[in-house]
């Protein structure tokens, strides 16, 4: 089976366990405040980096495995986790400016590009 179709096929599952999770959550929680995405993002760190770990220092996922489930699964599940992850890196490295520039660039480039493609629908 080639590459791109394992990472669709992860990523489908990725997508339906999301719904899945934040649908469930919300019934129990309600809609008042965004729980079912906090708790898909929560979850999405936890699995990112125990998925993580046991690639690069258990060495028991490799390859298409590893990218199947990090790219595949978790890309489609939640993107929040591989910024925090990235970041993460960022501080490791000691990098603290590019952490903090990327924790707060995207989250401000997310609401700009947000903001512009609403008022672009409206235009149309």
Do not use: H
């Not at 929680?29 to 965004?34: D, Q």
């Not at 993580?52 to 599940?77: H, K, P």
Request: aromatic share 12%; glycine share 12%.
């Amino acid at each position: 089976m080639s590459k791109v179709l394992l990472i669709g096929l992860a990523g489908m599952c990725g997508t339906l366990a999301r719904y899945w999770l934040s649908g469930a959550v919300y019934a129990i929680l309600g809609r008042g405040f965004p729980w079912g995405t906090a708790a898909v993002n929560a979850l999405g760190c936890l699995l990112f980096g125990f998925v993580f770990v046991l690639a690069e220092e258990r060495l028991l996922l490799r390859g298409d495995a590893r990218i199947m489930v990090l790219v595949g699964f978790m890309g489609a599940f939640t993107t929040f986790s591989t910024l925090v992850f990235e970041t993460n890196q960022l501080l490791r490295d000691a990098q603290w400016a590019f952490a903090a520039l990327n924790l707060m660039g995207q989250t401000v480039l997310g609401f700009l590009a947000l903001w512009a493609g609403m008022a672009l629908a409206r235009i149309i």
